[in-house]
């Protein structure tokens, strides 16, 4: 599949019975894109959450491709908290398009975390217009990784949209 094929696929929030295909693309994507860093929970754990937590009760977004959750988006507020691709799903613009409606949702501005042994995706922020703003120790995440938070300022002119 091209980027243009991948237009193909809908961006749509996730409803209550894909949780367990956000789950797994979360697991597939973690593993695949961060193979150093320990997960701070099990497979398990982390089916339970999205399952129960985090579908049910945050703003959930899912890459849709024929009915199979091939990535996933969750926004809270001004953040990205979670932005997962199936491994064969990258580079199809699908992550392009999670930013560009993350960013229609808060046109004011956005921020988020990623770990700092993560380049591929400070590339792909800094690509979208991110800057860091701060560098951690890890010390307040769970997997105790060092972390980079990122963040996009917005659109100047949002606030004086009708």
């Known amino acids: 599949m091209n980027k243009q094929e991948s237009q193909r696929i809908a961006l749509r929030r996730a409803r209550t019975e894909d949780g367990a295909a956000v789950a797994e693309v979360y697991l597939r994507s973690f593993d695949a894109a961060l193979p ?4 701070a929970h099990d497979d398990d754990g982390v089916r339970a959450f999205f399952r129960d937590v985090v579908v049910v009760h945050h703003e959930t977004w899912v890459a849709d491709e024929s009915g199979t959750v091939v990535g996933m988006m ?7 908290e979670q932005l997962y691709l199936a491994p064969e799903s990258r580079g199809l613009g699908i992550g392009d398009r ?3 409606l993350a960013k229609e949702r808060s046109p004011q501005g956005l921020e988020l975390w990623t770990f700092q042994v993560n380049s591929p995706a400070h590339r792909f922020y800094e690509r ?16 105790r990784e060092p972390d980079i938070r990122y963040v996009w300022k917005g659109d100047a002119t949002a606030d004086d949209r009708p």
């Open 36 to 39: 150093t860093v320990r997960r």
């Open 74 to 80: 969750v926004l809270e507020e001004n953040r990205i």
């Open 98 to 100: 999670f930013v560009q």
């Open 128 to 143: 979208h217009g991110f800057e860091a703003a701060e560098r951690t120790d890890g010390s307040d995440n769970d997997e």
